[in-house]
């Protein structure tokens, strides 16, 4: 191939181009698909484009991850008990939307804790300052997990939605009960 003489054209890479190459390949062909090769090919770029960005595949998730976490839109509502309801219903839409991801954030939570520190802070803006105990939090983080898994990709559907609320409305009789 011959090269071309005088600037080279715009690059196709960023930082954000990156992870949505990462979170298109891991929605689609799963984790072990997710290399820096892999993206890579995606966005039709020399592999070692990428490391301007990123050391490797695991600085890649953990960024993705975060992008996941903080483009996480709690619809707006009024009391603690309507913004935990608003904040599971969200969660789980879009946990199951990246189902590969939460696989991996699941199985590595202790390696990738800037998600959980968003959620922590969603989670503490949504009770709108009642303290709660650890234990009530990760019981709900839990329960939305586990419906997540449950949740086709596309999200909740109306049955799914009732049951989900229904379980959050236990926890948060709980939660109310301890404070």
Same mark, same amino acid.
């Given at each position: ?33 997710? *290399? ?13 484009? $990428? ?26 509502? *009024? ?21 590969? $991801? ?31 105990? *650890? ?23 109306? *049955?799914?939605?009732?049951? $989900? ?15």
């Amino acid at each position: 191939m011959k090269r071309r003489v005088g600037r080279p054209r715009k690059s196709v890479v960023s930082r954000g181009s990156v992870i949505r190459a990462a979170l298109e390949l891991l929605e689609s062909d799963g984790f072990a698909a997710v *290399t820096m090769r892999g993206i890579a090919k995606r966005l039709k770029v020399d592999p070692m484009a $990428l490391y301007h960005y990123f050391d490797d595949r695991n600085a890649v998730l953990v960024a993705a991850a975060a992008f996941v976490y903080e483009s996480l839109e709690v619809p707006a509502a *009024t009391g603690w008990r309507q913004r935990l309801r608003a904040l599971a219903i969200a969660y789980v839409d879009m946990a199951a939307r990246f189902g590969e $991801l939460m696989r991996y954030l699941i199985a590595n939570a202790d390696a990738v804790p800037e998600p959980v520190q968003i959620f922590n802070a969603k989670f503490a803006e949504a009770l709108g300052g009642l303290r709660v105990r *650890t234990a009530a939090r990760d019981a709900f983080v839990d329960l939305l997990h586990g419906f997540a898994m449950a949740a086709p990709r596309k999200g909740l559907g109306a *049955t799914m939605r009732a049951h $989900l609320v229904a379980e959050i409305d236990v926890l948060i009789d709980g939660i109310r009960a301890g404070k």
